[in-house]
């Protein structure tokens, strides 16, 4: 096995005498002179942006304080001054913008998609200014079909959950949203949609709609009375709107009917019952169901938390195992139709959280649900003429083009008179037509 022949020192230091005398000694760089001066810059620093959400029990003074503790207060009154501290909610972004030495330059709220209030130093002085942006309305048809409930066939036709409750609202009397719903069923809406910048902004004036439930076709027209007050009735000037609510609760389901001989699940006995269950989670707005006067409000036997409205043509109706009552209800209080009386609970003997909603008629209960509900006041006869005018335009475009398949052979009113004056569906007093005096 051969070895690496290492070198002596004797012939190492022969071999550099070599190599210097052939002038392969260590050679060094030269060093040259610069021909121009470095110059180096200072790093520019950025401004810091902060931002987050406004949370539950936020004030606009822990809002300047988280952002800016030693000036708060200047700021805090500058955004004041703008801002109405009681419109600050939770969800609102908030965004504030600092120097590099840590100085709060501005302050931002966007509330929301329309408005922002902005606040700017400018030296010492702080200055807060609110701008709103433009609202666009455009007046549109939507058209839907029920296939398993009202929210998600109004968001697939381009509404929202906002205008699924508006629809709802206005055939109310006549149909219960959550019993009478059935696949199959569709609708129409004629409404003024608002965009700012583009991004949608809520809904306007819901002008007209229809509904086929059942095979009964219910449609609805927005006109206004003599005090400019907007009500809905159908084409041949018929209010929807009826003495009593079909049911005191907007979405719910009925967990147990009238009865004289229900097996009570508490007393597990079989007792009378004279009300209608729904059940509902805890803190659902429970609203009255007619126009009235509070007569009872407080706690009384099994029922717990309860309140009892006196109405006209000898009705009463109750309202049993509240959580809580609304603001401003007490006895002798005058509410009107769909206001919030008070809450779904579980007071009193109930095994979980429900309305027991009951009504007496001259002192003897009746089904809640067997009522016969008049309509309300009808169009007064110097405006009929002028409403039956408008309905025609407005039948023109529930149909659509070429007229709706659905509409069961409904027939324009007859002799309805001049028209308005001005163009139908332009810019007027509601941004959608002049109705005229």
């Given at each position: 096995?051969?070895?690496?022949?290492?070198?002596?020192?004797?012939?190492?230091?022969?071999?550099?005498?070599?190599?210097?005398?052939?002038?392969?000694?260590?050679?060094?760089a030269p060093v040259h002179a610069p021909?121009?001066?470095?110059?180096?810059?200072?790093?520019?620093?950025?401004?810091?942006?902060?931002?987050?959400?406004?949370s539950p029990g936020d004030t606009l003074e822990s809002v300047c304080r988280e952002l800016e503790p030693g000036q708060w207060s200047q700021w805090c009154l500058s955004l004041a001054s703008v801002l109405d501290p009681r419109a600050l909610r939770p969800g609102m972004v908030v965004e504030g913008r600092r120097a590099p030495s840590g100085q709060l330059q501005s302050l931002t709220i966007r509330m929301d998609a329309?408005?922002?209030?902005?606040?700017?130093?400018?030296?010492?002085?702080?200055?807060?200014?609110?701008?709103?942006?433009?609202?666009?309305?455009?007046?549109?048809?939507?058209?839907?079909?029920?296939?398993s409930s009202l929210f998600g066939a109004v968001d697939a036709a381009g509404g929202d959950a906002e205008l699924a409750v508006r629809l709802a609202g206005i055939f109310q009397w006549d149909i219960d949203f959550f019993r009478d719903l059935r696949?199959?069923?569709?609708?129409?809406?004629?409404?003024?949609?608002?965009?700012?910048?583009?991004?949608?902004?809520?809904?306007?004036?819901?002008?007209?709609?229809?509904?086929?439930?059942?095979?009964?076709?219910?449609?609805?027209?927005?006109?206004?009375?003599?005090?400019?007050?907007?009500?809905?009735?159908?084409?041949?000037?018929?209010?929807?709107?009826?003495?009593?609510?079909?049911a005191p609760l907007k979405f719910s389901r009925i967990t147990s009917r009238f009865s004289l001989h229900r097996y009570h699940p508490v007393l597990h006995r079989r007792m009378p019952h004279y009300g209608v269950d729904y059940g509902a989670p805890v803190g659902t707005p429970v609203h009255v169901t007619a126009d009235g006067v509070v007569r009872f409000v407080g706690r009384r036997g099994g029922g717990g938390k309860m309140v009892t409205v006196r109405h006209s043509n000898g009705y009463e109706t109750s309202y049993l195992h509240l959580s809580r009552y609304a603001r401003g209800i007490h006895h002798g209080v005058r509410v009107h139709q769909g206001?919030?009386?008070?809450?779904?609970?579980?007071?009193?003997?109930?095994?979980?959280?429900?309305?027991?909603?009951?009504?007496?008629?001259?002192?003897?209960?009746?089904?809640p649900l067997r009522i016969s509900s008049p309509p309300a006041k009808p169009i007064a006869r110097d405006r009929l003429r002028r409403f039956l005018s408008y309905a025609i335009t407005v039948q023109t475009l529930l149909d659509g083009p070429g007229g709706s398949p659905w509409r069961h052979g409904l027939r324009p009113p007859r002799r309805a008179g001049p028209t308005w004056p001005g163009e139908p569906w332009t810019s007027g007093r509601w941004g959608f037509c002049t109705p005229g005096p």
């Open positions: 096995m051969e070895r690496p022949v290492r070198p002596s020192g004797l012939g190492l230091v022969t071999a550099l005498a070599i190599s210097a005398a052939c002038g392969g000694g260590p050679r060094t021909d121009s001066p470095v110059t180096v810059r200072p790093l520019k620093l950025s401004a810091t942006i902060t931002r987050f959400e406004v329309r408005s922002t209030v902005r606040a700017e130093r400018s030296g010492e002085t702080i200055r807060a200014r609110r701008v709103d942006g433009t609202v666009q309305h455009e007046v549109v048809r939507l058209e839907g079909s029920i296939e696949q199959g069923d569709r609708f129409v809406v004629i409404v003024d949609r608002r965009t700012v910048g583009g991004k949608p902004y809520g809904w306007g004036t819901l002008f007209a709609a229809r509904f086929l439930n059942a095979g009964r076709t219910l449609n609805a027209v927005a006109f206004p009375d003599g005090q400019g007050r907007v009500g809905y009735y159908d084409l041949k000037g018929h209010p929807l709107r009826k003495e009593f609510l079909r206001q919030v009386i008070g809450y779904v609970g579980q007071t009193g003997l109930a095994t979980g959280p429900h309305l027991d909603y009951r009504v007496r008629h001259n002192g003897k209960w009746i089904n």
